[in-house]
């Protein structure tokens, strides 16, 4: 009966005791964080130039097959189809390389932001430890708050924090 007892009681203590429940907009908070926005910038430019190193290469390539076609008209069948032969396997290389060099800037792009979502989550969980947080849960597009409180929205502090500590 003494253990039922203290059972019940320990059970009330523990029910009574309050959750700290918090919630962050994840889109939100990464769209305005400013890390991200200079990763996308950084990614940005590096595809607007490798852009341009695909069309300055494929111009080239381009003008060279049409100075190639203006040649075969005066070589033999045979020397031309060979020529043509090479000139194809050439522009396949090209081709290669471009598409390379594209996925590889994707591979980079896409490691850095992984990377910078696991500091995020880091960070939200040290943010949540320090202040005494039981929960923190994730709001925005496909999260899993459909409601909140507004006074239990964080994200504007947590934005701040981690914006603060990147400019350092």
């Given amino acids: 009966m003494k253990k039922l007892i203290f059972g019940m009681t320990l059970l009330s203590v523990i029910a ?3 959750q700290k429940i918090g919630y962050v907009d994840n889109v939100k908070l990464m769209d305005q964080y400013q890390e991200k926005i200079d990763i996308e910038a950084k990614y940005q430019n590096k595809s607007d130039a490798l852009g341009k190193k695909r069309d300055s290469i494929s111009q080239a390539f381009q003008i060279e097959a049409q100075a190639f076609q203006e040649k075969a008209q005066s070589m033999s069948q045979q020397k031309a189809q060979e020529a043509y032969g090479s000139l194809q396997q050439r522009g396949q290389m090209i081709g290669q390389q471009l598409q390379q060099e594209e996925q590889q800037l994707q591979l ?3 490691t850095e932001m992984d990377s910078l ?8 969980k040290a943010y ?3 202040h005494g947080y039981t929960y923190i849960l994730g709001g925005g597009n496909g999260g899993s708050v459909l409601y909140g409180d507004e006074t239990k ?3 504007e502090d947590i934005l701040s924090l981690l914006n603060e500590q990147y400019k350092k």
């Fill in 108 to 110: 980079e792009g896409q």
């Fill in 128 to 130: 949540g430890k320090d």
């Fill in 117 to 124: 979502i696991k500091k995020v989550k880091g960070q939200i």
């Fill in 153 to 155: 929205d964080l994200t």
């Fill in 16 to 18: 009574c005791q309050e």
